[in-house]
């Protein structure tokens, strides 16, 4: 609710590209069982909609008018902490109760109101509570009820966080007009061809004559077409 906000992220074309990699190979397990091919067709709208709004619109599932079925919990915004911020997602009340036990109060969602208002109660309390301590302070609290919860990374935090750095989920390589850089790792792991850094993007105009010559141009077509500046 309240005004939209942009993601700024191009989340349309990778779950586009995700989406037509699994489509090809569903239409190949296929064609080994037909022994026939198939044209795919995918608008990226369609791939962030499949993507995206399975899990966000049950309240709009029911036709013609029915309201649907309510998530279990609303998803909690990130909670302030003296240094930063934390996620929390306690599913239960089981959650709850061990949370707030965890943070010396358990009071909060005690009582005979209705469930909702035990809970806003505890979310209003944490928001007024978490900013007293840091978040190593609370989380190691948390992560000992059980109860899944994380740190909030930014740019100047997330290459350090203990998760990535035993998933070796970044690394560094050198480039050969950039310097040494950081890029993300494959998220794949095989255990006999691990995806590697095999070449960097070309520099504008580098295989232009490779691909004009693989088209049929000759080496003089080609000087020509450089030096009416036709190509780079």
């Given at each position: ?21 699994i ?44 309201a649907?079925i ?19 997602a ?122 004009l ?6 080496t ?13």
């Amino acid at each position: 609710q309240g005004r939209p906000r942009a993601v700024k992220n191009i989340l349309g074309d990778k779950v586009t590209a995700m989406t037509a990699a699994i489509s090809i190979l569903a239409a190949l397990n296929e064609s080994q069982r037909s022994g026939k091919g198939q044209h795919l067709q995918i608008a990226m709208i369609d791939a962030v909609a499949y993507y995206l709004m399975p899990d966000t619109a049950s309240r709009h599932t029911y036709l013609p008018h029915d309201a649907g079925i309510a998530p279990s919990m609303n998803t909690l915004e990130p909670f302030q902490t003296t240094d930063g911020y934390i996620t929390i997602a306690p599913l239960t009340d089981k959650h709850w109760t061990a949370i707030l036990k965890a943070v010396g109060h358990p009071e909060w969602f005690e009582g005979d109101e209705p469930r909702p208002e035990r809970v806003r109660r505890s979310i209003k309390s944490l928001i007024t509570l978490f900013p007293t301590q840091p978040s190593a302070y609370w989380l190691e609290r948390i992560e000992a009820a059980d109860v899944p919860c994380g740190p909030v990374n930014d740019y100047d935090s997330i290459w350090n966080d203990p998760q990535f750095v035993a998933n070796e989920t970044f690394f560094e390589y050198e480039h050969p007009r950039a310097g040494r850089v950081r890029a993300v790792r494959s998220p794949a792991r095989f255990s006999r061809t691990e995806p590697e850094l095999w070449r960097h993007p070309p520099d504008l105009g580098q295989h232009t004559d490779e691909i004009l010559g693989e088209f049929g141009f000759g080496t003089d077509e080609i000087s020509e077409l450089r030096a009416n500046r036709i190509v780079n």
